[in-house]
């Protein structure tokens, strides 16, 4: 039996052994095509934002980069969904996904985040050229 376990354990260092052998690169600044790319360095940020739900694009500037910027900085963005279309909230369904961001919005981005939106709002159809008065 300790003949078996010695065998055992010789296998597994030899298997092991494999694992200490291993190299690594050294760091150079030139460009290897041979070296590892870390993918997450390269790749975006996905990150999961907040919706406002609304039933069509008056008063939110829908596609104005400065806004859509502002409001992803605050951690949500408004969503567009045309009434009787499939895959759209009815209105009571609406309303309490609307409310739960909103109340999220009011920990996240303080109290006074609908002023700050609306003032940046202004701001942004000034520098577009979309207000006028």
Same mark, same amino acid.
């Given at each position: 039996?300790?003949?078996?376990?010695?065998?055992?354990?010789?296998?597994?260092?030899?298997?092991?052994?494999? /694992?200490?052998? %291993?190299?690594?690169?050294?760091?150079?600044?030139?460009?290897?095509?041979?070296?590892?790319?870390?993918?997450?360095?390269?790749?975006?940020?996905?990150?999961?934002?907040?919706?406002?739900?609304?039933?069509?694009?008056?008063?939110?500037?829908?596609?104005?980069?400065?806004?859509?910027?502002?409001?992803?900085?605050?951690?949500?963005?408004?969503? /567009? %969904?045309?009434?009787?279309?499939?895959?759209?909230?009815?209105?009571?369904?609406?309303?309490?996904?609307?409310?739960?961001?909103?109340?999220?919005?009011?920990?996240?981005?303080?109290?006074?985040?609908?002023?700050? /939106?609306?003032?940046?709002?202004?701001?942004?159809?000034?520098?577009?050229?979309?207000? /006028?008065?």
């Amino acid at each position: 039996m300790s003949l078996r376990l010695l065998y055992i354990i010789f296998i597994s260092l030899l298997l092991s052994s494999s /694992v200490f052998a %291993q190299e690594t690169m050294p760091k150079t600044n030139s460009i290897d095509a041979n070296a590892k790319v870390d993918k997450k360095k390269e790749r975006p940020d996905k990150k999961r934002y907040k919706t406002i739900i609304k039933n069509d694009t008056k008063r939110i500037l829908y596609g104005n980069k400065c806004f859509e910027e502002f409001t992803r900085s605050l951690g949500f963005k408004y969503e /567009v %969904q045309n009434k009787n279309t499939s895959g759209s909230l009815n209105g009571p369904a609406r309303f309490f996904h609307n409310a739960g961001t909103k109340t999220a919005l009011f920990f996240t981005a303080w109290p006074w985040w609908k002023l700050r /939106v609306n003032k940046k709002k202004k701001d942004c159809r000034k520098l577009s050229g979309d207000f /006028v008065g």
